[in-house]
């Protein structure tokens, strides 16, 4: 069984900094991808960032320049660095695993595993 479990989320002010992180059991990320899905009430759900294997990332336009992936296999830990925050970075952050788990892309409906997330709010 996959479990992922997100933890690092919290209140900041515009312009401030977050690190979140998924720790997986059942599910190995020197082999697998992740990705980092947001959803805020009346906002569209939105795959801010994916990580595949071989370290690959990519990244949702909102927040290239802002956010960056990375992982550190030993530990099974993937982070993500979110710099720059902004008001309308506010959702609940989940990270999920689609089923074959080779790509990570940008499409939300790919991922059919999902951890149950952890609230970020950026206020003014």
């Known amino acids: 069984q996959v479990q992922l479990v997100e933890s690092g989320g919290g209140s900041e002010l515009t312009g401030g900094s977050l690190r979140l992180s998924c720790a997986a059991s059942?599910?190995?990320?020197?082999?697998?991808?992740m990705g980092w899905i947001r959803q805020d009430p009346g906002k569209e759900r939105e795959v801010v960032a994916g990580?595949?294997?071989?370290?690959?990332?990519r990244y949702a336009d909102s927040v290239k320049g802002r956010f960056t992936l990375s992982k550190d296999n030993a530990k099974n830990i993937v982070y993500l660095q979110m710099n720059s925050l902004k008001p309308e970075d506010t959702a609940m952050y989940y990270c999920?695993?689609?089923?074959?788990?080779?790509?990570?892309?940008?499409?939300?409906?790919?991922?059919?595993?999902w951890g149950r997330g952890t609230q970020v709010t950026v206020s003014s």
């Open positions: 059942g599910y190995s990320y020197q082999s697998k991808c």
């Open positions: 999920a695993a689609p089923y074959n788990g080779r790509w990570c892309g940008l499409i939300w409906r790919e991922y059919n595993q």
């Open positions: 990580i595949d294997s071989d370290g690959t990332t």
